[in-house]
């Protein structure tokens, strides 16, 4: 029998669409990757798809709920 998936534990967030907040999604980018000075991050937001970079899991899924509520696109990969 052929062994289960193994169940991803990290994943890259990428912004494929900053939407029309972009101050929300700036914030929001921001709040994970907070090393990025504000031109870094509209610059970043501003040129999709944008990396956010390799989170676990939970952290992953939290990032895209706030994004996406900020009224950006978003995809796990």
């Known amino acids: 029998a052929a062994a289960p998936a193994e ?3 990290e994943f890259e967030v990428v912004i ?3 939407g029309t907040n972009k ?3 700036i914030k929001t980018v921001r709040e994970f990757k907070p090393e990025l000075g504000l031109k870094e991050a509209k ?3 501003d040129a999709p798809p944008a990396s956010l970079g ?3 899991k939970e952290e ?3 990032a895209k ?3 996406e509520a900020a009224g950006a696109k978003v995809e796990l990969k």
């Open 23 to 25: 101050i929300a999604v």
């Open 7 to 9: 169940e991803k534990s």
């Open 65 to 67: 709920g706030k994004l």
């Open 43 to 45: 610059d970043m937001i």
């Open 60 to 62: 992953a899924e939290d």
């Open 16 to 18: 494929t669409d900053a």
């Open 54 to 56: 390799t989170m676990k």
